[in-house]
């Protein structure tokens, strides 16, 4: 089993920046391909930003050279660098995790509980 937490997230005013951290606990995070994933009213979820175990990195169109995502798995965490916010960006955002199973036969997926980020216009 693996738990995240999410933190990081609050009220910012267009243009502003905000880091998210996402804490991970119950397995070798090293192996783990890591993820944030945003949800807003009424709308569907959607990935956000995702790095892989080696270090490879895919961004939404609408974050790309905007948002960051990076980890450090001596501290079992994974971040999100957002600059340039947007009221776009508004939305509650979960950290995902996708655990490999040991005989190689596909992944296990976890969530976190998501933080809210709020941007005014």
């Known amino acids: 089993q693996v738990q995240l937490a999410e933190s990081g997230g609050g009220l910012v005013q267009a243009g502003g920046s905000l880091r998210l951290s996402c804490t991970a606990s119950?397995?070798?995070?090293?192996?783990?391909?890591m993820g944030w994933y945003r949800q807003a009213p009424g709308k569907q979820r959607e990935l956000v930003a995702g790095?892989?175990?080696?270090?490879?990195?895919n961004y939404a169109d609408s974050v790309k050279d905007r948002f960051l995502i990076s980890r450090d798995n001596a501290k079992n965490t994974v971040y999100l660098q957002m600059n340039s916010l947007n009221p776009e960006d508004t939305a509650v955002y979960l950290c995902?995790?996708?655990?490999?199973?040991?005989?190689?036969?596909?992944?296990?997926?976890?969530w976190g509980k998501g933080t809210l980020v709020t941007v005014s216009s």
């Open positions: 995902n995790a996708k655990v490999p199973i040991v005989t190689g036969t596909g992944w296990y997926v976890y």
């Open positions: 790095i892989t175990s080696a270090g490879s990195t």
């Open positions: 119950g397995s070798f995070f090293s192996n783990n391909n």
